[in-house]
Structures are given as structure tokens and as C-alpha cells.
């Protein structure tokens, strides 16, 4: 459930894993592996990281 929600909201911003890792303030293999299902993080982990791109713009956009 994770997996798929992380990868639906990196890939509506149009992201790389690696830039999504910077979003979430994690590691790029720690993104890859939550999508692959191999990590599954504790669900505080998994909100915090979800809540953050839920509010990134998406790639391309300009800040203010």
C-alpha cells in the first residue's frame, strides 16, 4: 500500500526516485527500496514522507 502510494505521488510530480529522496529528506535507495516493497518504514515514517509530496510542486513549476 506504501509502495504504491510513494511511487503514485513521486510519479504525479515527475520525479526521480533520487529527487524524491530529496524531498522526503531520505536516501535515494531508501525510496527505491519503499517502492519495491522491501522497506516498509513505521507508519509515522511513512505519513511524513507522504504529507511532503503532497505538498511538492511538481517539477518544472517555479516557486512564487
Excluded at 509530496?53 to 516557486?63: D, H, P, Q, V, W
Aim: aromatic share 4%; glycine share 8%; net charge positive.
Amino acid at each position: 500500500m506504501f509502495a504504491s502510494k510513494l511511487r503514485m505521488h513521486r510519479e504525479r510530480l515527475g520525479l526521480t526516485q533520487a529527487e524524491a529522496a530529496l524531498v522526503v529528506d531520505m536516501s535515494t535507495e531508501w525510496v527505491s527500496k519503499c517502492e519495491r516493497g522491501v522497506n516498509v518504514p513505521p507508519a509515522i515514517s511513512q505519513e511524513g514522507a507522504l504529507e511532503r509530496l503532497r505538498s511538492a510542486k511538481k517539477r518544472g513549476t517555479r516557486k512564487g
